[in-house]
């Protein structure tokens, strides 16, 4: 297809504006245009569809509809480290914040935070392990619009 569009856009300035196909070939550059960028989004959206598929496989079955859903998209993984708040039990009784030690892995979606616990034996991302449940919990948090 960028090949194509190519062509038509060496086509475009090689054609005079006056040309009886100037305008023919204007239009089928628009239309290239539309139909590599409607082609595109398909792919981004089948991946993007594939990814939380993969994402939800890490959990038990009773959490899949949590993670796929029509409108949601993928954004960002990362594993950080889960924090007492001040006055908690394990906060201690100054005003910051003190790390548990423990773990967490961080899934991003355009409108809900998953933070899931890992199981200690679950190596993330690891293709043998892919069938197999990874996480231990879910906390489904909704981000605001």
């Known amino acids: 297809?960028?090949?194509?569009?190519?062509?038509?856009?060496?086509?475009?300035?090689?054609?005079?504006?006056?040309?009886?196909?100037?305008?023919?070939?204007?239009?089928?550059?628009?239309?290239?245009?539309?139909?590599?960028?409607?082609?595109?989004?398909?792919?981004?959206?089948g991946a993007n569809h594939q990814r939380m598929r993969q994402i939800a496989g890490y959990f038990s079955r009773q959490h899949l509809r949590d993670i796929m859903g029509s409108a949601r998209n993928f954004i960002h993984e990362g594993h950080l480290y889960a924090f007492d708040p001040p006055g908690s039990a394990g906060g201690g009784s100054?005003?910051?914040?003190?790390?548990?030690?423990?773990?967490?892995?961080?899934?991003?979606?355009?409108?809900?935070m998953v933070v899931a616990d890992r199981l200690k034996s679950a190596k993330l991302l690891d293709p043998a392990k892919r069938h197999k449940r990874c996480f231990s919990s879910m906390h489904r948090i909704?981000?605001?619009?």
């Open 1 to 45: 297809m960028c090949a194509t569009h190519a062509r038509v856009q060496e086509l475009l300035e090689l054609t005079p504006r006056t040309a009886v196909d100037y305008e023919l070939l204007r239009a089928a550059q628009e239309q290239i245009v539309a139909v590599v960028k409607a082609s595109n989004e398909a792919a981004a959206r």
């Open 94 to 112: 100054d005003q910051q914040c003190a790390p548990t030690g423990k773990p967490v892995v961080v899934f991003l979606f355009s409108d809900i």
């Open 142 to 145: 909704p981000l605001a619009s």
